[in-house]
């Protein structure tokens, strides 16, 4: 499963044991009902993909997800770049400018795929909404925050607000991270 959903969980959980799940949606529903398991964590997006309402089913509105989760790129060859104008007929500057800040905040703190760093860019109103979170694998050590920016201002913020994480002592929580991921 995910590191990040993982380390978010036992942030707030302490007390609970985590056991890997592997499989895709079916494969990890069956091995719930077939173990001594309370519960397990999914990806809203799988579920709704598939079209699953489960009775038990809760959405974690406190858990951040990965940064530009969701979001799809296409990347064009160099033979068509006459398509590269069509493509930004159909371009979503909003999620686009999201997508970025999400990305920068990530890069800026040298985390890759598997650390555990969320987060979430929304735009209200001309405002950048951005909710932002480094964990240490197990949970005990959060990082977090909540910031609202005017929507001008959103180039580099991304940065600013890792290099803000990073100055409260998310340096030592990546250096952390990098040593049991191996990296």
């Known amino acids: 499963g995910s590191l990040r959903r993982q380390a978010q969980w036992l942030h707030r959980y302490p007390n609970h044991e985590i056991t890997d799940l592997r499989g895709n949606v079916q494969t990890r529903l069956q091995k719930l009902q077939d173990n001594a398991w309370d519960g397990a964590l999914f990806a809203a997006a799988g ?24 979001a799809i790129a296409i990347v064009i060859s160099d033979k068509v770049l006459e398509l590269g104008a069509t493509l930004k007929k159909i371009n979503h500057p909003e999620t686009e400018t999201c997508t970025q800040v999400e990305r920068d905040f990530l890069r800026t703190l040298e985390g890759g795929c598997s650390a555990p ?26 990082l977090y925050l ?14 600013q607000y890792a290099r803000e994480v990073l100055s409260q002592g998310g340096d030592v929580v990546m250096k952390e991270i990098k040593a049991q991921l191996g990296k």
Not at 47 to 59: A, F, G, H, K, Y
Not at 117 to 142: C, M, W, Y
């Open 117 to 142: 760093i969320g987060a979430l860019a929304t735009i209200k109103e001309n405002t950048l909404h951005f909710k932002g979170v480094l964990l240490s694998p197990d949970g005990q050590k959060r």
């Open 47 to 70: 579920l709704q993909r598939l079209s699953l309402e489960l009775p038990q089913q809760t959405v974690l509105e406190w858990m951040i997800p990965a940064p530009a989760q969701g």
């Open 146 to 159: 909540s910031k609202k920016a005017p929507l001008s201002a959103h180039k580099d913020i991304g940065k």
